[in-house]
């Protein structure tokens, strides 16, 4: 760029040639035109210029960083984090190969609920996991979404594992499911791997994504940032309804419906971790939901914030994974959103909903 700032460029072809005639024409007309002055790079600076929308967009994202609590451990403890992430990928990658193994293949389902599926390809991810994780630290708490609460409780490391997030999407064969592995350190991420499941049937691909604590989010070892959006109008967003039809359901079934009207769209897709993921990946702008638990959020929500992004409570207040509320953005549109997120929470504290803790362990030390 800078070399055309201080010489025209060379022109080529069709341009050549007609620059070429009309100087023989001039010449021969006894006329010439003054080329104009090619400026330096100080008179280029000198030049009074409009403020840079990307800049003021950062600027935007920077205090909104700023205003609300970080999510992440600040240290990964006395674990480095290259050594804990790469039990974490092996981890999950190891729950994603038997998924993979399972993906094109008839499921055998099973019912937690009335709608609420788990199928064995859940539980066998679940086991491969346990077993990656226990070699490494067999003296670290870990919370499965299958096998519940293991190992010592005063461990400040927690694994909080989802070993098929997107349950009823992999038994229909819909995209998008994955596994979910974020580690805690004394209640707060320390580092965290999604691998998402991407395509469809016949032509499944995963794709990796993973962060540490101060050490940046990263997809299939290139580092990702979230969007520059900041306009709700221009955004993409997603959300996703629980198992309980209760007030909260209605409040989001609602807060649905007006997104979709002002925004460029609401998708619902059926994987916290996935939907997080997004967000970091710049692809869409928010997400938010109710009624999630530890193991749905505590990987996605350390990516989006290595990413750039902003994590808070649905009422805006700060956030932990033991928490029943999660909005994650790109920070530029994070206050836009709780203009009327936020109010609609706060109704339904008024209403009696519980939003206290979900469920943190007993002696599990934590820093809050």
Same mark, same amino acid.
């Given at each position: 760029?800078?070399?055309?700032?201080?010489?025209?460029?060379?022109?080529?072809?069709?341009?050549?040639?007609?620059?070429?005639?009309?100087?023989?024409?001039?010449?021969?007309?006894?006329?010439?035109?003054?080329?104009?002055?090619?400026?330096?790079?100080?008179?280029?600076?000198?030049?009074?210029?409009?403020?840079?929308?990307?800049?003021?967009?950062?600027?935007?994202?920077?205090?909104?960083?700023?205003?609300?609590?970080?999510?992440?451990?600040?240290?990964?403890?006395?674990?480095?984090?290259?050594?804990?992430?790469?039990?974490?990928?092996?981890?999950?990658?190891?729950?994603?190969?038997?998924?993979?193994?399972?993906?094109?293949?008839?499921?055998?389902?099973?019912?937690?609920?009335?709608?609420?599926?788990?199928?064995?390809?859940?539980?066998?991810?679940?086991?491969?996991?346990?077993?990656?994780?226990?070699?490494?630290?067999?003296?670290?708490?870990?919370?499965?979404?299958?096998?519940?609460?293991?190992?010592?409780?005063?461990?400040?490391?927690?694994?909080?594992?989802?070993?098929?997030?997107?349950?009823?999407?992999? $038994?229909? &064969?819909?995209?998008?499911?994955?596994?979910?592995? !974020? %580690?805690?350190? /004394?209640?707060?991420?320390?580092?965290? =791997? +999604?691998?998402?499941?991407?395509?469809?049937?016949?032509?499944?691909?995963?794709?990796?994504?993973?962060?540490?604590?101060?050490?940046?989010?990263?997809?299939?070892?290139?580092?990702?940032?979230?969007?520059?959006?900041?306009?709700?109008?221009?955004?993409?967003?997603?959300?996703?309804?629980?198992?309980?039809?209760?007030?909260?359901?209605?409040?989001?079934?609602?807060?649905?419906?007006?997104?979709?009207?002002?925004?460029?769209?609401?998708?619902?897709?059926?994987?916290?971790?996935?939907?997080?993921?997004?967000?970091?990946?710049?692809?869409?702008?928010?997400?938010?939901?109710?009624?999630?638990?530890?193991?749905?959020? $505590?990987? &996605?929500?350390?990516?989006?914030?290595?990413?750039? !992004? %902003?994590?808070? /409570?649905?009422?805006?207040?700060?956030? =932990? +994974?033991?928490?029943?509320?999660?909005?994650?953005?790109?920070?530029?549109?994070?206050?836009?959103?709780?203009?009327?997120?936020?109010?609609?929470?706060?109704?339904?504290?008024?209403?009696?909903?519980?939003?206290?803790?979900?469920?943190?362990?007993?002696?599990?030390?934590?820093?809050?």
């Amino acid at each position: 760029m800078a070399r055309y700032l201080l010489r025209p460029p060379t022109t080529t072809g069709a341009a050549a040639a007609a620059s070429s005639l009309l100087s023989s024409s001039r010449r021969r007309n006894g006329t010439s035109t003054p080329r104009p002055p090619v400026l330096g790079l100080r008179a280029l600076a000198s030049r009074p210029s409009k403020a840079c929308p990307v800049m003021a967009v950062a600027s935007e994202q920077s205090a909104a960083t700023a205003k609300y609590p970080k999510v992440a451990a600040p240290t990964t403890g006395p674990i480095p984090a290259a050594e804990l992430l790469a039990v974490i990928q092996d981890a999950a990658k190891a729950g994603a190969e038997v998924i993979m193994e399972a993906v094109n293949k008839p499921r055998n389902i099973h019912y937690k609920g009335v709608a609420d599926l788990v199928t064995d390809t859940d539980r066998l991810s679940e086991s491969v996991i346990l077993e990656v994780v226990r070699k490494s630290f067999p003296d670290h708490l870990i919370l499965g979404e299958e096998g519940g609460l293991i190992g010592d409780a005063l461990s400040e490391y927690l694994w909080c594992i989802d070993p098929l997030d997107g349950t009823t999407n992999f $038994a229909h &064969g819909y995209p998008s499911f994955s596994v979910s592995i !974020g %580690v805690l350190f /004394r209640g707060k991420p320390a580092a965290s =791997t +999604v691998v998402e499941f991407c395509g469809g049937p016949m032509c499944w691909s995963t794709r990796t994504i993973s962060a540490s604590s101060g050490g940046g989010a990263y997809c299939n070892g290139q580092k990702i940032h979230v969007s520059q959006t900041d306009k709700v109008e221009q955004s993409l967003l997603v959300t996703g309804f629980g198992y309980e039809h209760d007030d909260a359901w209605l409040t989001n079934i609602n807060l649905f419906k007006e997104y979709t009207d002002i925004s460029r769209g609401v998708r619902r897709l059926g994987s916290a971790a996935a939907d997080m993921s997004h967000v970091a990946l710049g692809i869409t702008e928010a997400y938010w939901e109710y009624r999630l638990k530890p193991w749905d959020m $505590a990987a &996605g929500v350390l990516i989006v914030e290595e990413a750039g !992004g %902003v994590v808070s /409570r649905m009422d805006g207040g700060e956030f =932990t +994974v033991f928490d029943r509320s999660v909005l994650v953005s790109n920070g530029a549109v994070h206050d836009q959103l709780l203009d009327r997120i936020g109010h609609a929470t706060e109704d339904l504290k008024k209403k009696g909903i519980d939003f206290s803790l979900w469920f943190k362990p007993d002696k599990y030390p934590t820093d809050f």
